[in-house]
């Protein structure tokens, strides 16, 4: 804008207007009449184009005044940018029509010191006052022609800038606030708990910051639309704002996402209390559109100054006991612990080994055989993947690392090597004349969120010349349960095919049985901690025959996981179950050793393990 009014001065000067309009005097009284003539003609003729520019400039106001700084001049643009019409405007007093009252003596001033001075008014942004009182930030640059004649006339050229003032101010606000809930964001509220935890340094205080973070909050995005979703976030951050006091820190720090600082908190109980308020704060229900909807959210708190002395860590680690609490299921509440920290950082390295794992040849399955109940006939092998880093001489447990290649994503590459590597094997058992057992493989959750899992593992299975019969699946209930209407057609047409599907760990997931006869399957596996207490406790007894039974009126065959003594075989054959794997009969093992076994054709009931 500065350039804007610089280049006013540039054409001025082209249509003969001099800056600061100073009339060439000297060379007036050195000509001779003719010449004055000439050269006033000149001087109104470059007034007049002067005065045509001025009102061709929309955005420029442009106001003239006489000596004594009554208007004498007022272009629309003036009339736009401070509300007078030029009739209006016309013989006031420059300090009564838009100065405020403030600037009124400053002003007067200058404009004198200009006159019989010559010290002219440098441009400069000010705010100058609208009719209507309030405050317009302008440009504002002066010119003064005749300067040293009997009527010196000043002309101002403002240039409005409110648009750009606006936009600052937008701009600030958005880089320090959140849009949606007017929160400070995650770097204004850190900047503000730093401040806050210098103060606890001086004042020996505490300090307790609580994480929250909405449980399924992406459920209810999808399902009541951003719309109101959004509406539930400002309405929990109203309520969280509710319960604060002056000193109190509050912030959204992503999505679905909250911080709350709660500076000279010394005390347990007091904690305690703290978080008491913010539940209750989630607990009543929230208006949506079409109803009412109620939420949870899990807590991870960290305190000043045993868990961290800048906020940085002391929110990192607040994030971490939250995420500790996200896995106690919703509503969890956690306090940060290192050694949840220390589980991270050891986490985080396993990924890291993980990502390598199938490069450095790491990997490999072993196969369980599990064995008809009534005849001790091997019938199918589950494939269980093994990993052994290369520095170890340990195999890690996929109890624990398919978890973490599921949070990390890495799930899909090793699902995709366990599918090659299984249909590879069955290929080759199958030409080295193995012909009666399927291998069946496991896919996790993550894996089924991916549309094009089962249309690899067909691809798979034909690269491999295999038939649908030869590989199955195991999935667990609730992956079936969230499965989206593309996977379950893929899954009813695999079914179709052939392909044996199996439940796994049935009764750990939905308490509901009644999904079963909606979904694809052809199998329930019993989940083992059944058959483990069923010797002992009647209720596991009563879910292990009702599973079975239930089982069989779906027409589906039934597992039972975990076997381990002769007792448990017994009372599973009584119960007329299917198939037994467990320890009792087979551990997994390697390919070669399963090798051997199946030369055996004696099966269990000839040498159990
Ligand atoms: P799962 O699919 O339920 O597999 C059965 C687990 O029970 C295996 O543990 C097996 O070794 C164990 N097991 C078998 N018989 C007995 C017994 O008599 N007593 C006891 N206490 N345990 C027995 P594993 O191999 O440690 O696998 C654990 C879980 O890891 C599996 O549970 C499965 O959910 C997952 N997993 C293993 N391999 C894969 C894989 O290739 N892909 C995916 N997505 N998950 C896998
Ligand atoms: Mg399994
Ligand atoms: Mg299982």
Avoid at 324 to 346: W, Y
Avoid at 380 to 398: G, H, I, K, M
Wanted: net charge negative; glycine share 6%.
């Amino acid at each position: 804008m500065v350039g804007r009014v610089s280049r006013l001065r540039r054409w001025l000067g082209r249509i003969g207007v001099r800056a600061r309009g100073r009339v060439p005097r000297d060379r007036l009284r050195s000509t001779s009449p003719n010449d004055v003539e000439r050269v006033r003609r000149q001087y109104q003729e470059s007034e007049q184009r002067f005065r045509a520019l001025l009102e061709s400039l929309p955005k420029v106001a442009v106001q003239g005044y006489d000596r004594d700084r009554r208007v004498i001049y007022w272009n629309e643009a003036s009339t736009t940018l401070y509300g007078y019409t030029a009739d209006e405007a016309s013989g006031r007093l420059l300090e009564d029509l838009i100065i405020p009252d403030e600037m009124r003596e400053g002003m007067i001033e200058a404009h004198r010191a200009w006159v019989e001075e010559g010290k002219e008014i440098p441009a400069e942004e000010i705010e100058l006052e609208h009719h209507s009182g309030e405050r317009v930030p302008v440009f504002s640059h002066h010119v003064m022609l005749g300067e040293h004649t009997d009527s010196p006339l000043m002309f101002c050229v403002d240039v409005d800038l409110s648009d750009q003032k606006r936009a600052h101010r937008d701009l600030a606000f958005v880089t320090h606030f959140d849009t949606l809930t007017h929160l400070p964001n995650r770097n204004a509220f850190e900047t503000e708990l730093e401040g806050a935890l210098e103060s606890c340094l001086r004042r020996h205080a505490g300090l307790a910051l609580i994480y929250l973070d909405v449980d399924r909050f992406s459920e209810i995005n999808d399902a009541l639309g951003y719309e109101q979703g959004d509406r539930l976030l400002v309405e929990l951050a109203r309520r969280l704002g509710q319960e604060q006091r002056l000193t109190d820190l509050i912030s959204r720090v992503s999505t679905d996402e909250f911080v709350l600082a709660f500076p000279g908190v010394n005390q347990r109980e007091d904690v305690h209390r703290l978080i008491g308020k913010v539940q209750q704060a989630l607990r009543r229900p929230f208006a949506v559109a079409n109803g009412e909807r109620r939420i949870s959210a899990a807590l991870g708190v960290s305190l000043f100054p045993e868990n961290g002395l800048s906020a940085r860590e002391l929110i990192r680690n607040a994030d971490v006991a939250k995420n500790r609490a996200k896995l106690d299921g919703p509503g969890g509440l956690q306090f940060f612990q290192q050694h949840h920290h220390d589980e991270l950082i050891r986490e985080q390295r396993m990924v890291e080994q993980l990502e390598r794992a199938i490069e450095h040849r790491e990997l490999s399955l072993h196969y369980q055989p599990q064995v008809s109940v009534a005849s001790g006939r091997i019938e199918n092998l589950e494939a269980l993947l093994r990993w052994q880093p290369r520095d170890s001489s340990a195999f890690v447990s996929p109890g624990e690392f398919i978890p973490l290649a599921e949070r990390s994503g890495l799930i899909h590459r090793l699902g995709d090597w366990v599918m090659e590597e299984a249909c590879r094997q069955q290929a080759a058992w199958r030409r080295a004349g193995f012909t009666e057992s399927r291998v069946d493989i496991n896919l996790s959750g993550r894996q089924m969120l991916r549309s094009d899992t089962l249309a690899r593992f067909e691809a798979c299975l034909a690269r491999h010349g295999l038939t649908p019969r030869d590989v199955g699946i195991e999935l667990t209930e609730n992956v079936l349960i969230e499965a989206e209407p593309q996977v379950l057609e893929d899954l009813r047409r695999l079914y179709h095919r052939g392909v044996r599907i199996a439940i796994d760990d049935f009764g750990t997931g939905y308490s509901s049985l009644s999904y079963l006869k909606h979904f694809p399957v052809t199998a329930l596996k019993v989940d083992r901690t059944f058959m483990r207490d069923a010797a002992r406790q009647p209720e596991d007894r009563a879910i292990m025959e009702g599973a079975i039974f239930i089982g069989h009126r779906l027409g589906l065959e039934v597992v039972a996981e975990g076997v381990e003594s002769a007792e448990q075989l017994d009372l599973i054959r009584e119960m007329h179950c299917d198939l037994a794997q467990g320890y009792f009969f087979y551990h997994p093992m390697p390919a070669p050793d399963i090798q051997v076994l199946l030369s055996d054709t004696a099966g269990w009931s000839a040498s159990p393990s």
